[in-house]
């Protein structure tokens, strides 16, 4: 007779089964379930992803040095935009979630907005949704996702969204980064459009109809604030689910 397991918090693998296969049989997963480790040799920026730099001194790059993640640096032009994108494969009716642990070097001379959009990339200097110039904006006409801009309050975690090119939706989740810190950021999508946005697994906000029923994306933006300089932004990685059509 069959059973099914719930698992309410973590499933861990001790003594024997931490260091021996683990797993009898074929595991299958409903969902569609992805990791990017950034652990390459390099980025595949034709298949993989779409990256579009604002300046000169902008970049991404792979970490390496025995570390594992991508780091996009903003370049030393005030107010520029980049932006690293896969590909337009969400939509709300899969359900879908994304969560990068992300590590923002130095976070009150920088703009960070991570989460989906139904654009790769904007004609820059706009953004995805950010916060230049003290009033949170959208370039995208449909995007959810986490916006940490130093133009707008210097460290705070904002939960922004816009649907069909309508006003800005935005929501202070009472978390601020530190220099140097690295948080876990995770966006989940419903059939409705509905947004519940994590950090570090604990939910920290929620925006009713978020976006609409179009074609998203994973994308990250970068730039400087303040006239800061160049700083460096990394995400360790980016998991990805959603349902299967």
């Not at 993989?48 to 790059?61: E, P, R």
């Amino acid at each position: 007779m069959g059973q099914q397991v719930n698992v309410q918090r973590d499933l861990t693998f001790t003594a024997l089964a931490a260091k021996s296969d683990n797993v009898m049989g074929n595991m299958s997963h409903e969902r569609m379930t992805s990791v990017d480790w950034y652990d390459q040799t390099a980025i595949d920026l034709t298949n993989d992803y779409t990256s579009t730099l604002d300046g000169a001194s902008d970049a991404v790059a792979l970490t390496a040095s025995g570390t594992n993640g991508v780091t996009l640096t903003t370049g030393t032009g005030d107010n520029e935009v980049s932006f690293l994108a896969g590909g337009l494969v969400f939509a709300i009716t899969q359900v879908p979630d994304i969560e990068a642990k992300v590590e923002i070097t130095d976070v009150t001379g920088t703009f960070v907005f991570f989460g989906f959009s139904d654009a790769t990339s904007e004609t820059t200097p706009d953004a995805t949704i950010d916060g230049f110039g003290g009033t949170h904006t959208a370039a995208a006409d449909d995007a959810a996702g986490f916006a940490i801009d130093a133009d707008f309050e210097a460290s705070s975690i904002y939960a922004v969204s816009v649907n069909g090119g309508g006003a800005v939706q935005a929501v202070d989740t009472g978390l601020a980064y530190a220099d140097g810190e690295t948080k876990k950021l995770r966006v989940a999508l419903d059939s409705s459009g509905n947004a519940r946005f994590f950090v570090d697994g604990i939910q920290k906000a929620y925006i009713a109809s978020a976006v609409a029923d179009v074609a998203l994306c994973a994308i990250y933006n970068y730039g400087t604030r303040d006239a800061d300089g160049s700083n460096t932004v990394i995400s360790r990685y980016l998991k990805k689910w959603q349902n299967v059509a």
